[in-house]
């Protein structure tokens, strides 16, 4: 993936400042920091969107992420609280193509937050919530 950030850092060609590296993943300091410590967690073997991304990797990005987070509270980096995020698709926001784990510390005041699109808080009636559930569980047995 010549073209790919990632895998350029991978590849030795482009520079990161590392903080983990095992045979399936890695995790690096984001380059533009939402906050101190912001970190992305990324599968060494190139997948553009989750649905390309192999089982294990993605168990494994999940894992690390979670030690990462506890490292980040015990590090003296400013971390009341962690955000795991990911973007998955040009809709989501992703713009770095190669699936990445972004993993947040968090701390009252950072001036982050997600946005919530008017009328959200109104509750759906069951038979809706029911509805869509259905879908969701037919193709995921099919
Ligand atoms: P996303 O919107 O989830 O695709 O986020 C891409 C993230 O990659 C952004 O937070 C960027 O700051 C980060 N990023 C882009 N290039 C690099 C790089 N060379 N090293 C570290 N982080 C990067
Ligand atoms: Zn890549």
Redo the contacts with the bound molecule.
């Keep these: 993936m010549d073209d790919c950030?990632?895998c350029?850092?991978f590849a030795g060609r482009?520079?990161?400042s590392m903080v983990y590296r095992d045979e399936r993943c890695a995790a690096?300091?984001?380059?533009?920091?939402?906050t101190p410590g912001?970190l992305?967690v990324v599968p060494v073997r190139h997948a553009a969107y989750l649905a390309e991304l192999d089982a294990e990797d993605g168990a494994q990005l999940f894992r690390v992420a979670q030690r990462l987070a506890a490292a980040l509270r015990q590090s003296g980096v400013r971390c009341e609280g962690v955000n795991l995020?990911?973007?998955d698709g040009e809709a989501a926001?992703?713009?770095?193509?190669h699936v990445?784990l972004?993993v947040l510390p968090r701390f009252r005041g950072d001036g982050f937050g997600l946005r919530f699109p008017p009328g959200y808080g109104h509750r759906p009636p069951r038979p809706e919530l029911d509805e869509i559930a259905g879908r969701i569980k037919g193709v995921l047995s099919a």
């Design positions: 950030i990632f350029g850092i482009l520079p990161a690096f300091m984001d380059i533009r920091p939402v912001h992305l995020f990911l973007a926001g992703q713009e770095v193509y990445h972004h």
